[in-house]
């Protein structure tokens, strides 16, 4: 049996007409009855598998300029051609045989020391920590199909938080986002995140380094990081390796004649994969690494950049600068901030990113975040002021946030300090909900004053917004603190008290609100500058 990558039809997409099939990976360029999207029934495989096309388009068709960039979304691209494209790393997308493996260590089926594990333990959610489950009801995992092995080892490799000891987590840490530019085919979306050869090249890395298994790391020796052996740094790498790294140490136990039916995609009567052989002590990934579908924030000096990772609060908002445009100290996904830079809106009408990935406490997976967030087509000459105008509008959110559920848990207890963490969840999950739109309007107003120009307008939409957050900090703190009046006195007149701390210090004209978005209290509509008095001359 030789089971390849690059030819079965192992991906899982939605087309044009509904219909849900599994495609090669060249199939993405087809223009009749079009993929439009990778559709598993695990959308941390839909995540994963996404990754994989884009980063094997850039592994294969990596184009040379924003010309050919261009041509190439304009025109389409055969499938035959980009198949042949393709072919060409054919032997590095073996899922089976006797030599290098897809996403598998070369040699740790020869380890005396090797364990053979059930094959569930490659499933995120399933092998790390114990019973927890997040896509599936309770039960066993007790087979997979090649399909959804593959799926599985790309997804556990590309994501692999802590997992014990000698675990190495991905190249990006344990639960990284995923970060991709939305179009509105899959072949679409996979060519607006593929870099240009420029961006590629400026990848930590080596580019120099064009051996096979420095670009792709199962086609040799695995790096190992026993103790006593080094990290891998970029140096040590092609930039490709930022797609294909190899954390962890494992290879599938494939037996050619077994056949049962596959626990997530459901085929009957299938070559299956029961079992896994691992070892720990893979690749240590080390260094000043960034992932290009993936955003990070700026540290201490002299630290590498953070990799963003989920949290349980999901994806809000405040996180939209990070996502997409940035700022000095949050640095969008390569992707996306090329897209931007490049001005690529101009001929892919892309208005949206999607975000993906695990929020993880250490090796236990809390959730599953997803997010599909605006993109806006704006000119380099806008996107610096734009920079700073949506960073402080998402201060003065923070800011009205923190005032709300402090007041909320005044109005609760006499000991706000006391209360859970349920209480801060709930009023974070109304506030993010209930300005978020607000944001993207005001986001999309001071771009066009920017645009054009207008002080006044752009002053106004931060103006607009403040008041859009007052009401709604007032409201949800009337429907979270309702005044009861079995709470006695002392119960009601905390909450009056709390509510009038509400009310003051999340109105539009609080300084310290107006100073997030860049606006002196002078400016507001009514309001005129204190004049100082003089002080009256000493007489000699």
Request: hydrophobic share 35%; glycine share 8%.
């Given at each position: 049996?030789?089971?390849?990558?690059?030819?079965?039809?192992?991906?899982?997409?939605?087309?044009?007409?509904?219909?849900?099939?599994?495609?090669?990976?060249?199939?993405?360029?087809?223009?009749?009855?079009?993929?439009?999207?990778?559709?598993?029934?695990?959308?941390?495989?839909?995540?994963?598998?996404?990754?994989?096309?884009?980063?094997?388009?850039?592994?294969?068709?990596?184009?040379?300029?924003?010309?050919?960039?261009?041509?190439?979304?304009?025109?389409?691209?055969?499938?035959?051609?980009?198949?042949?494209?393709?072919?060409?790393?054919?032997?590095?997308?073996?899922?089976?045989?006797?030599?290098?493996?897809f996403?598998?260590?070369?040699?740790?089926?020869?380890?005396?020391?090797?364990?053979?594990?059930?094959?569930?333990?490659?499933?995120?959610?399933?092998?790390?920590?114990?019973?927890?489950?997040?896509?599936?009801?309770?039960?066993g995992?007790?087979?997979?199909?090649?399909?959804?092995?593959?799926?599985?080892?790309?997804?556990?490799?590309?994501?692999?938080?802590?997992?014990?000891?000698?675990?190495?987590t991905?190249?990006?840490?344990?639960?990284?986002?995923?970060?991709?530019?939305?179009?509105?085919?899959?072949?679409?979306?996979?060519?607006?995140?593929?870099?240009?050869?420029?961006?590629?090249?400026?990848?930590?890395?080596?580019?120099?380094?064009?051996?096979?298994?420095?670009?792709?790391?199962?086609?040799?020796?695995?790096?190992?990081?026993?103790?006593?052996?080094?990290?891998?740094?970029?140096?040590?790498?092609?930039?490709?390796?930022?797609?294909?790294?190899?954390?962890?140490?494992?290879?599938?136990?494939?037996?050619?004649?077994?056949?049962?039916?596959?626990?997530?995609?459901?085929?009957?009567?299938?070559?299956?994969?029961?079992?896994?052989?691992s070892?720990?002590?893979?690749?240590?990934?080390?260094?000043?690494?960034?992932?290009?579908?993936?955003?990070?924030?700026?540290?201490?000096?002299?630290?590498?950049?953070?990799?963003?990772?989920?949290?349980?609060?999901?994806?809000?908002?405040?996180?939209?600068?990070?996502?997409?445009?940035?700022?000095?100290?949050?640095?969008?996904?390569?992707?996306?901030?090329?897209?931007?830079?490049?001005?690529?809106?101009?001929?892919?009408?892309?208005?949206?990113?999607?975000?993906?990935?695990?929020?993880?406490?250490?090796?236990?997976?809390?959730?599953?975040v997803?997010?599909?967030?605006?993109?806006?087509?704006?000119?380099r000459?806008?996107?610096?002021?734009?920079?700073?105008?949506?960073?402080?509008?998402?201060?003065?959110?923070?800011?009205?946030?923190?005032?709300?559920?402090?007041?909320?848990?005044?109005?609760?207890?006499?000991?706000?300090?006391?209360?859970?963490?349920?209480?801060?969840?709930?009023?974070?999950?109304?506030?993010?909900?209930?300005?978020?739109?607000?944001?993207?309007?005001?986001?999309?107003?001071?771009?066009?004053?920017?645009e054009?120009?207008?002080?006044?307008?752009?002053?106004?939409?931060?103006?607009?917004?403040?008041?859009?957050?007052?009401?709604?900090?007032?409201?949800?703190?009337?429907?979270?603190?309702?005044?009861?009046?079995?709470?006695?006195?002392?119960g009601?007149?905390?909450?009056?008290?709390?509510?009038?701390s509400?009310?003051?210090?999340?109105?539009?004209?609080?300084?310290?609100?107006?100073?997030?978005v860049?606006?002196?209290?002078a400016?507001?509509?009514?309001?005129?500058?204190?004049?100082?008095?003089?002080?009256?001359?000493?007489?000699?």
């Amino acid at each position: 049996m030789a089971y390849n990558l690059i030819e079965e039809p192992w991906i899982p997409v939605r087309r044009a007409s509904g219909k849900v099939e599994r495609i090669a990976p060249w199939q993405v360029a087809e223009t009749g009855d079009a993929p439009l999207r990778v559709e598993s029934p695990r959308p941390d495989f839909d995540a994963a598998l996404l990754e994989f096309l884009i980063g094997l388009v850039q592994t294969v068709f990596t184009p040379k300029n924003s010309d050919e960039w261009e041509q190439v979304y304009k025109q389409g691209c055969a499938p035959e051609l980009l198949r042949k494209k393709m072919l060409v790393e054919r032997d590095a997308f073996f899922l089976d045989g006797d030599g290098p493996r897809f996403m598998q260590d070369l040699t740790v089926h020869t380890d005396k020391k090797v364990e053979e594990k059930p094959i569930e333990g490659l499933l995120i959610d399933r092998g790390m920590a114990g019973d927890t489950s997040l896509f599936a009801k309770d039960g066993g995992f007790e087979e997979l199909g090649l399909p959804a092995a593959a799926a599985a080892i790309l997804t556990l490799q590309a994501f692999a938080p802590s997992g014990g000891r000698g675990q190495c987590t991905s190249l990006r840490g344990g639960g990284p986002l995923s970060v991709t530019v939305q179009d509105e085919s899959l072949w679409g979306t996979v060519w607006c995140n593929v870099l240009l050869q420029l961006d590629l090249d400026s990848l930590p890395g080596d580019p120099k380094k064009t051996a096979m298994e420095d670009r792709i790391p199962w086609m040799g020796q695995t790096r190992t990081s026993e103790k006593g052996k080094p990290s891998t740094f970029p140096p040590d790498v092609h930039p490709l390796q930022h797609y294909w790294a190899l954390p962890r140490r494992f290879r599938l136990v494939i037996e050619p004649e077994r056949k049962g039916t596959c626990a997530i995609y459901g085929d009957r009567d299938v070559p299956v994969v029961r079992a896994f052989q691992s070892r720990p002590d893979g690749t240590s990934y080390d260094g000043p690494y960034r992932h290009p579908l993936t955003p990070y924030t700026v540290g201490k000096e002299g630290e590498p950049p953070n990799p963003k990772k989920g949290s349980r609060a999901g994806l809000p908002y405040r996180d939209w600068p990070l996502l997409t445009i940035g700022s000095e100290r949050l640095l969008p996904p390569k992707v996306v901030d090329s897209f931007m830079q490049q001005e690529r809106g101009r001929c892919a009408p892309c208005y949206r990113v999607a975000a993906r990935g695990y929020a993880m406490d250490n090796m236990k997976p809390l959730r599953f975040v997803e997010a599909d967030v605006p993109l806006l087509h704006v000119s380099r000459s806008v996107l610096e002021q734009l920079r700073a105008d949506a960073t402080g509008l998402v201060e003065a959110s923070d800011a009205v946030r923190k005032t709300l559920l402090q007041q909320t848990k005044s109005a609760w207890k006499d000991r706000p300090g006391d209360q859970s963490g349920e209480v801060e969840a709930r009023v974070d999950v109304a506030f993010w909900a209930a300005t978020e739109s607000a944001f993207h309007a005001a986001v999309r107003g001071v771009a066009a004053a920017i645009e054009k120009d207008s002080a006044d307008d752009r002053a106004n939409e931060k103006r607009r917004f403040l008041s859009i957050l007052h009401g709604e900090a007032v409201r949800l703190f009337d429907a979270l603190c309702p005044l009861d009046v079995s709470e006695g006195p002392a119960g009601l007149a905390r909450a009056v008290r709390a509510r009038q701390s509400a009310v003051r210090f999340t109105r539009p004209d609080n300084k310290s609100l107006l100073k997030c978005v860049g606006l002196a209290p002078a400016e507001l509509p009514g309001t005129t500058p204190k004049r100082r008095s003089k002080k009256k001359e000493a007489k000699p």
